[in-house]
């Protein structure tokens, strides 16, 4: 059944990337962004695709302010701001012209350390999932996206 799968999403161009699962049970993809690697977690419920501000240089963002309050992972109505027409590269799949949400993650990543996981740069959310068609194997821990 699972090389069905893989050769059907195959077939209609989709790239297979390998995902992780942390030992605070959350799936973990590396992703390049404007050319940089980096850490992400894998949020289907995440509105927006999220970098922490100590990040912002790192990924060369162009930071805006903005009038989103974040809300997520136990805090409310934090500050953010936006940063517009950035490229995304997970595994083969790239897409261009992103905008991300930039939060302080201090909070997401203590609790990730606490647990012994890796902190992260930012999270992956529902508006790449979306661009890409995801399709998320989690018995086999992949990511397939769309070209």
Not at 20 to 36: D, M, P, Q, S, Y
Not at 45 to 55: L, Q, R, T, V, Y
Not at 73 to 91: H, V
Request: proline letters at 1%; aromatic letters at 8%; hydrophobic letters at 40%.
């Amino acid at each position: 059944m699972e090389n069905a799968l893989w050769d059907f999403l195959l077939k209609n161009e989709y790239k297979k990337i390998k995902l992780k699962l942390t030992k605070t049970n959350h799936l973990e993809v590396k992703a390049t962004i404007n050319g940089v690697k980096g850490l992400f977690i894998l949020d289907t419920g995440a509105s927006s695709s999220c970098i922490g501000f100590e990040d912002i240089e790192l990924f060369n963002l162009n930071a805006k302010a903005s009038n989103i309050k974040a809300a997520g992972a136990g805090a409310t109505d934090m500050f953010t701001q936006t940063a517009t027409n950035n490229s995304i590269k997970i595994g083969r799949w790239k897409n261009t012209n992103i905008t991300l949400v930039l939060f302080d993650l201090t909070h997401v990543n203590t609790a990730l350390i606490t647990h012994n996981a890796k902190p992260v740069n930012g999270i992956i959310g529902a508006d790449i999932l979306k661009k890409g068609r995801a399709i998320i194997d989690y018995n086999k821990k992949y990511l397939y996206l769309k070209s």
